[in-house]
């Protein structure tokens, strides 16, 4: 079956753009979270969602926010971006909640702020 | 606050063994492992829960002690193929339910012919 999609794979802005990327689940699962990693700060929890709800959100300013449609695809979105927002976006989903069975991630989305 | 694993580097030959080890200071519900090589996605191990339930790879072992909040990844007679980043990953408790999924900083593993 197919595995965690995210789109684009990479992507240049600008600072002070807004950027969205995207997250298409393994089929069947309903929970989506996203991740920022970095060399510096490594994988770090950005939110989660379960049934189109956000269950946590990690310690990120508002400027980052994300979303989940019916469908369980997941778009994150990145306002005002700075060069600190320059990383390696990464979507995991699992079946259920708190990925009781693991979490699948996607490759990634290559953001690279200039 | 994030798990904290150690060592943060490892080199072994190939067939010898390696431990793992995560520890966080919080009351955890789960501990994941996971395996990232270069320029890859993490690839799921193994989850732990608490109350003793374990999912994951036949070939791969951990134990979580519950009690002192700890997990170990246990490596055995290490093939080439083992080689990456290991990442423990952590969902504890807080005082709304169960937190997202935190991650240690990681230990590279090299394996050597």
């Known amino acids: 079956k197919a595995g965690v999609t995210q789109t684009p794979r990479y992507l240049i802005k600008t600072r002070g753009q807004q950027v969205t990327l995207s997250c298409s689940p393994i089929s069947g699962h309903r929970s989506v979270s996203w991740y920022q990693q970095t060399p510096g700060q490594g994988l770090q929890f950005l939110f989660e969602?379960?049934?189109?709800?956000q269950r946590n959100k990690g310690n990120f300013p508002g400027r980052f926010s994300g979303r989940q449609f019916s469908n369980s695809r997941s778009e994150m979105n990145v306002s005002t971006l700075e060069l600190g927002d320059s990383a390696l976006y990464l979507c995991?989903?699992?079946?259920w909640g708190q990925g009781s069975n693991g979490y699948t991630f996607g490759s990634g989305t290559r953001l690279t702020v200039v | 606050q994030q798990p904290v694993q150690s060592p943060q580097a490892v080199i072994l030959r190939e067939g010898e063994d390696a431990v793992i080890n995560c520890s966080s200071s919080?009351?955890?519900?789960?501990v994941h492992w996971y395996r990232q090589k270069h320029g890859e996605a993490p690839v799921f191990l193994m989850i732990l829960l608490k109350g003793g339930e374990q999912k994951g790879h036949e070939k791969i072992s951990a134990s979580f002690n519950e009690k002192k909040q700890q997990s170990s990844l246990y490596l055995t007679a290490s093939q080439l193929s083992y080689s990456g980043t290991y990442f423990c990953g952590a969902i504890s408790y807080s005082g709304g339910g169960a937190d997202g999924l935190t991650f240690g900083k990681g230990t590279h593993l090299i394996i050597q012919p």
């Open positions: 919080k009351a955890l519900y789960s």
């Open positions: 995991a989903s699992s079946l």
């Open positions: 969602y379960f049934s189109e709800t």
